[in-house]
């Protein structure tokens, strides 16, 4: 962890590049965005990690079917933030709240599930808006399946795009199939759920349960949804776990969490953070950020492919290139943790919800400071809303604080914004957009780059970036036939 200054940030200049890591260090860390977006405490994920690999390894898996397991937990979140815009509409609450309540009650149990979403509509709300939300969330047919599908479709489809077995995808897939066959989104049941996903489905609830509420009220959890949501043999397994107390204070020590979880991974030779990996990976969670809210549609990837763009016009080393592509497809990162009923808002912020948005670039530095390989650019990507004179946020840095690549982002970012085309409006043309820009030159933005930035938005070079499939869904495509063609290539 980089050392604090007063206002709680290190204004350090980028290090040197980091060490070759694993690639299983480098996922371990981003979970906790993901445990953010889900409203789960951090450390969820690389709980329910543990908890499923030695559920996987009692029941005998052979290690090519629990190397699928480890990455099937480590991604069973990643397709989380598409439906944070439909829950917090829906309920007209907070969605990482919703989210979260809602995975502690039983669906099945229609009384307690009735009560449990009246609590969760339209809170801090009037007794009327609450009624009217509860009202549209029971009346919108198949919601629960359809919310579930996005999700769980768009993570399978991420492990796909990460080059990971097809077992760990339909895992991720089927995660939320329930024994009894009222699970979604298929209705599948008993031996017809890949046995993967009947292991995460009970170690992510079994974790919620857990440290939500204690061992013996997740034990009753377990036992009264044995056979229903839960495998019973795999159920009876986790009791025998019941006074293995070293085993659950393990689980309990998050200062060693990251470290268990990497231990894990199974098979002999452990796969290592390549730059293409963190490529893979950068633009993977630039996906989940843009797929938080309708309103950033592709802005992640193009905020990166701009910024990269104005890099190599300025001349900008390999190495400062591909920090400045990382940095800025993951700069909005911190937005997983801000709640799409602030973030979707149609009409004017309140004060208190404009300070709760203000802070998504310190979540940026706290996610990417955790992951060793992107820990040098953290700051730099978490100051994209700093000014030269002062007047950005949340840290009000001066010129002489921002570095290189903060300064591209900035430019990049505001670029992005104005001209991408929003759900309530067009986006703006050029004129317009460097209209606004330009007098903020050498004040707010960086005065060689806002000149080159200019240049290549006359010239249509950001309209051309913008149109060669920055959208995260064809990235990711692109991603994974890249992989599958290099395989063919390897194996020819
Ligand atoms: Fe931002
Ligand atoms: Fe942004």
Not at 91 to 97: A, C, E, K, L
Not at 137 to 144: D, K, R
Not at 341 to 357: C, H, Q, S, Y
Not at 411 to 426: G, K, M, N
Request: charged share 25%; aromatic share 6%; proline share 4%.
């Amino acid at each position: 962890m980089a050392a604090l200054s007063s206002n709680g940030f290190s204004h350090a200049a980028p290090g040197p590049r980091a060490r070759t890591v694993r690639f299983a260090e480098v996922i371990s860390a981003l979970t906790y965005a993901l445990d953010l977006t889900e409203g789960q405490r951090p450390g969820h994920t690389l709980r329910t990690a543990l908890i499923a690999m030695r559920l996987g390894e009692e029941i005998g898996l052979d290690a090519e079917t629990l190397g699928a397991l480890y990455y099937a937990a480590l991604l069973k979140d990643a397709g989380c933030s598409s439906n944070a815009a439909r829950m917090a509409a829906l309920f007209g609450s907070d969605d990482q709240h919703v989210k979260r309540d809602m995975r502690l009650v039983d669906w099945h149990d229609r009384w307690n599930l009735a009560r449990r979403t009246a609590r969760n509509c339209g809170i801090g709300r009037n007794p009327l808006a609450r009624i009217k939300h509860f009202l549209r969330v029971a009346h919108t047919p198949q919601m629960t399946r359809d919310i579930i599908a996005a999700r769980c479709e768009r993570g399978a489809q991420i492990a796909v795009a990460l080059g990971f077995p097809s077992a760990s995808s339909e895992a991720i897939a089927h995660v939320d199939e329930h024994w009894c066959g009222l699970g979604h989104p298929v209705g599948l049941a008993g031996d017809e759920i890949p046995l993967l996903s009947r292991v995460l489905l009970l170690a992510q609830t079994l974790e919620v349960y857990w440290t939500e509420h204690g061992l013996k009220a997740m034990l009753q959890m377990l036992r009264a949804r044995s056979g229903t949501w839960f495998d019973p043999t795999l159920v009876q397994r986790v009791l025998s776990w019941r006074h293995d107390a070293a085993w659950w204070s393990t689980l309990a020590d998050s200062d060693r969490l990251d470290q268990a979880v990497v231990a894990l991974e199974p098979g002999g030779t452990p796969m290592q953070a390549t730059d293409e990996r963190l490529d893979a990976i950068a633009y993977a969670f630039a996906a989940v950020i843009d797929a938080k809210t309708p309103f950033t549609y592709r802005h992640s990837t193009n905020v990166a492919q701009y910024a990269l763009g104005i890099s190599r016009q300025l001349g900008a080393s390999p190495s400062l290139q591909r920090d400045v592509l990382r940095a800025g497809l993951l700069h909005d990162i911190g937005k997983l943790g801000v709640s799409n009923r602030i973030l979707d808002k149609p009409g004017r912020l309140t004060e208190v919800e404009r300070a709760e948005i203000q802070k998504h670039p310190r979540w940026t530095w706290q996610i990417l400071e955790r992951v060793d390989a992107f820990a040098h650019f953290a700051s730099s990507s978490s100051h994209h809303h700093e000014r030269l004179d002062g007047n950005g946020y949340p840290w009000g840095l001066r010129d002489h604080q921002l570095d290189f690549t903060a300064r591209v982002l900035a430019i990049a970012d505001v670029y992005e914004a104005l001209t991408a085309d929003r759900p309530y409006r067009a986006g703006m043309p050029v004129e317009k957009v460097l209209g606004i820009m330009l007098p903020d030159r050498a004040t707010a933005f960086d005065a060689s780059m806002m000149d080159a930035a200019a240049q290549m938005a006359r010239d249509g070079d950001f309209a051309r970036i913008a149109e060669n499939g920055t959208d995260p869904a064809g990235t990711l495509a692109r991603l994974s036939e890249q992989r599958h063609e290099s395989h063919l290539r390897a194996v020819a």
